[in-house]
C-alpha cells in the first residue's frame, strides 16, 4: 500500500458513499481523501473509493469533517486530509472537467 492509500476498517460507515450499482463495498481495496468541487466553486474534501487496479469504484457525495475518537486519531485524519491538498482535484468521470 503506497502512502497516499489507507487501510480500510472494517467498521467503516458508506453510508454517505454515492450509490454505483457496478460494485460492492467488498470490492473496495482502499480509499483516500480528495478535494472536490463543487458545482457552486466551493472546494470540499471527500473520500474516493478505489479497486485494487486503482479504478474509482465510488465517492462521497457530499463534504465530510475530521473526526477520531481521540485527540490522536483526529489529529491524523487531518493529515491526511491536508495530504488531499497535494493531489490533482477529483472530478467524478460523469462531470466536466474543471473551470
Known sequence: MSEDEY????EYD???AV???????????HWDFRIFRGED???TIGEVYYS???DVLGWTEDGISPSGESV???S????????ALKKPV????????EK
Not at 7 to 10: S, T
Not at 21 to 28: A, G, S, V
Not at 77 to 83: E, V, W
Open 41 to 43: 466553486g466551493l472546494h
Open 52 to 54: 485494487k487496479n486503482g
Open 90 to 97: 477529483f472530478i467524478p468521470p460523469n462531470e466536466t472537467k
Open 76 to 83: 491524523q485524519c487531518l493529515k491526511y486530509m491536508m495530504d
Open 19 to 29: 450509490p454505483n450499482p457496478y460494485f460492492k463495498e467488498e470490492e473496495i481495496d
Open 7 to 10: 487501510e480500510m476498517k472494517d
Open 14 to 16: 458508506f453510508s454517505n
Open 72 to 74: 490522536e486519531e483526529l
